[in-house]
């Protein structure tokens, strides 16, 4: 780059740090800005605009970085405002003018429950690991709910806030992770009459029960890797708005939910525990109702739900670029 350039490069610094009083970023974080015919400079995103202000001749390109592009954690921290104001606004969305209002969440999983338990559990007598058949379907749906609605929210979440992606720059990253916070508020409450039904079933309380955030943990994980995938791809091609219910509706199925474990034949069961929805099912269902663990199966479970979070990671920072065009 000339030796102009680099002297207007630098006044900009120098200018955006007195007017703004912000420190000038790491360059290992910064945009990369390619200029035609020259070499390639590394400058800020304010800069980059001053830059464009100064030299009007000039195009300024900002692209991402090549290679792993690894979610900037401080960024998303500074915006942790948005995020509450986003959780909140969902919330007041969906419960605003309902007439039932926020008992919905405490419904949905209690008529699933009183369901299955009137034609799986009296009926057809589905096992229920010892334990009363309505407290074992609730204790699987309570967690089946939060995820289910979690990832059908945040797999729609960029394109039905375009209006935001369009008009200001955040992290991207903020939509679908308000989408499950939102979900996850919704869980907290449902796990309230879980407990008061444990209660009422005399079930006793054991330490099990401070095991609980492990598979929450894992869930979250999941959720995230699967929230950032999906609203990333679903930008692009929107069949996966079409195709997430029916996906639901198959992995409910799919996972020990409404029946054991025990069900499935042995020799399948290392092929069952691929889904880590039955690692995280049984080890939640185990903390709460005080049962054995199955630990194999939520090692399996923590283990892809990290590398499909690591995979998402990486396909979101790079689509991220586009959202704007695309919405």
Known sequence: ????????????????????????????SLPQVNSPGKSTAVIGVDEAAA????????????????????????????????????IW????????????????????PLV??????????????????????ALFALSGLVIWTFFSGALTSSSISLTSNAHLITKVYFPRAIIP?????????????????????VIYYQIPITRSILLLPVPL????????????LLSAINV???????????LIQVWMFLSPIIYPVSLVPARYRIYYALNPLVGIIESFRAAVLSQAWDGPALAI???????????????????????????
Request: glycine share 6%.
């Open 217 to 228: 943990a894992v869930a979250l994980l999941l959720l995230t890797g699967l929230g950032l």
């Open 89 to 108: 606004k969902d919330l007041k969305v969906r419960y605003k003018q309902a007439v039932f209002g926020i008992a919905w969440v405490v419904m949905q």
């Open 177 to 197: 992770l308000a989408a499950i916070g939102a979900r996850f508020i919704d869980f907290i409450i449902s796990f309230i009459i879980l407990v008061a039904l």
């Open 301 to 327: 479970a923590s283990a892809i739900s990290l590398l499909i979070l690591i995979i998402s990671v990486s396909v979101f920072r790079r689509m991220e670029a586009v959202f704007a065009d695309n919405v």
């Open 236 to 246: 692009k091609y929107r069949d996966i708005g079409v195709a997430i219910p029916l």
């Open 112 to 133: 699933l429950t009183v369901t299955f338990t009137l034609f799986l559990g009296k009926l057809a007598r589905v096992p229920s690991s010892g334990g009363p058949y």
């Open 1 to 28: 780059m000339s030796t102009a350039v680099e002297a207007n490069k630098v006044s900009c610094r120098s200018t955006l740090q007195n007017l703004m009083s912000v420190s000038t970023p790491e360059p290992s």
């Open 51 to 86: 830059l464009s202000s100064l030299l009007p001749h000039r195009r300024v390109v900002i692209e991402p970085r090549k290679g792993w592009n690894p979610v900037d954690f401080r960024e998303l921290w500074q915006y942790r405002e948005l995020l509450y104001f986003l």
